[in-house]
């Protein structure tokens, strides 16, 4: 189902629970509080409160965006618009979103594949539109360099040198990305390889491939979405969980699933908070993928954690129903709180799936060699930094500088008690230690969002490939979009030598 402009998503017709107002005091486990893989000790210890009982509508799926094929080049075309949706239900809210009112339709990329996206500004400012994940070239990125006004249009092509992955879109303009992204402006890219993973794995959109795009938001009884620390601060604040822009906080969605193995993306484009997926009875998942691609094989999982921005997937092959829960904690100074039965997948299949193959080889980097840096996430007040700089504008931001085939390893530090959740654009990295521990079983995936908590850090690998230039930056930064526009970003320039 699309919302078009003025239309809003269908409302919820469950009497569950509805969840708690707000969770006080200031946001992050801290590094007491989290195990060696980065899960807060006590985040799954409230998993029957908040619950949405009630059987309610059918799980939206997003439009597939159609491209147009020409001389090898595949056109798409976005318009970044306002309009009209329901956040809390029942109440009308002012939205954003990519040619319709409120998230985007999702982008189906194919790996060697020439891309071009026309994407025209309708907003009353500027804006930009990043490809995060995406491995492409930095005047192509979308970051604040790229912002566009009001009335203009954006044409960027590339060409696709991603292997398979969930990826996504979204604003990344200077000092704007939580307003835009928070109120809609958001949606999911799937690239496809040629690859025997990608051959023996759910792949028909919409069927058994199922996008998950789970949002945890703030608004007032009006339905004035916020997104920065004055709006986080006022009174009388819901914080609704949406997915794929319908309202979940006493609705539980429905899919029948008719194949037996379904696949399932997940994306957490939340502004801010951490949201945990889990089985309601308890049993495991089976990870296939994190935000970079493809793990070594299907991996069972209690539960799969995702900082703002993050990604993974999974599949079931199921012979009953079963409810998927999300659980929801904050990762700013106000946010989510709670479990919520947010999704029951209905099996009506009688295939036989194969058995999984292996689904990719990842050589670990061997670190020895790799030049070290040290970046540091600080603060000031409210004002965030990376490195000492606060990065408001693009001459005030700390400035990574490195060589295309550089190969380099990070200590990524949290000098403050605030969760953040780091991202790299450009290239993806490994894991080399969570606080001090070894990653082990998904960690051992790519990544390029992971989460840092406060007073904590992580060492990551990575290699500068295929791209560079001497005038467009790549960026690093916390995706907690209200950290990002309070200054902790910073650029990363990549160069010939």
């Known amino acids: 189902m699309t919302h078009t402009t003025g239309k809003t998503p269908g409302k919820g017709t469950g009497k569950g629970m509805h969840r708690r107002k707000f969770l006080g005091g200031m946001a992050g486990a801290g590094i007491a509080a989290v195990t060696a893989g980065g899960t807060a000790i006590a985040l799954l210890t409230n998993a029957t409160q908040n619950k949405a009982h009630a059987a309610g509508t059918t799980l939206t799926i997003p439009d597939l965006l159609e491209g147009t094929t020409t001389d090898g080049t595949t056109t798409y075309t976005l318009e970044a618009k306002t309009g009209t949706s329901e956040v809390l239900s029942g109440v009308t809210s002012t939205t954003a979103g990519y040619n319709q009112s409120f998230l985007g339709p999702t982008m189906k990329w194919t790996s060697g594949d020439t891309v071009l996206l026309n994407i025209t500004n309708s907003l009353t400012e500027a804006t930009t539109v990043h490809f995060h994940g995406a491995h492409v070239p930095p005047s192509m990125d979308g970051g604040p360099q790229n912002a566009f006004a009001a009335g203009k249009t954006w044409s960027p092509t590339f060409t696709v040198k991603d292997e398979a992955k969930t990826l996504w879109y979204h604003p990344h303009a200077l000092g704007t990305t939580a307003e835009q992204a928070t109120h809609g402006l958001a949606g999911m890219i799937i690239v496809e390889d040629a690859s025997d993973a990608s051959a023996a794995l759910p792949s ?55 194949k037996k193995r379904t696949r399932f993306r997940l994306l957490n484009a939340s502004p801010s908070d951490i949201i945990t997926i889990q089985r309601s009875d308890g049993a495991t998942l089976t990870q296939i993928a994190t935000d970079q691609g493809y793990l070594t094989e299907a991996t069972e999982v209690a539960s799969i954690r995702l900082v703002a921005g993050a990604r993974a997937e999974f599949v079931m092959e199921l012979s009953a129903a079963v409810t998927l829960e999300a659980v929801v904690t904050t990762g700013w100074v106000r946010g989510g709180s709670g479990t919520y039965e947010f999704l029951t997948v209905t099996p009506d299949a009688s295939d036989t799936p194969e058995t999984l193959p292996t689904l990719n080889t990842i050589t670990r980097y061997d670190t020895s060699d790799f030049t070290a840096r040290t970046i540091t996430l600080g603060q000031s007040g409210a004002t965030m930094t990376i490195n000492g700089s606060a990065g408001t504008s693009m001459s005030s931001m700390a400035m990574i500088s490195t060589t295309l085939g550089a190969e380099e390893v990070w200590t990524v530090k949290n000098s403050t008690q605030l969760e953040h959740s780091f991202h790299l654009h450009d290239v993806p990295f490994q894991l080399i230690s969570i606080n001090g521990e070894d990653p082990t079983g998904v960690q051992l995936g790519w990544y390029d969002t992971f989460e840092v908590v406060g007073g904590g850090s992580i060492e990551i690998a990575m290699k500068f490939t295929d791209f560079s230039d001497d005038t467009y930056m790549y960026m690093l930064h916390c995706h907690l979009l209200q950290h990002e526009d309070e200054g902790m970003m910073a650029s990363l320039m990549v160069t010939d030598s």
Do not use: E
């Open 204 to 258: 028909t959109y919409g069927t058994d491939d199922i996008p998950i795009i789970l949002q945890c938001l703030a608004t007032d009884s009006a339905g004035d979405i916020k997104y920065n620390l004055s709006g986080y601060l006022g009174n009388g604040l819901s914080f609704p969980l949406l997915c794929n822009g319908t309202n979940v906080d006493d609705t539980t969605l429905s899919f029948t699933a008719t």
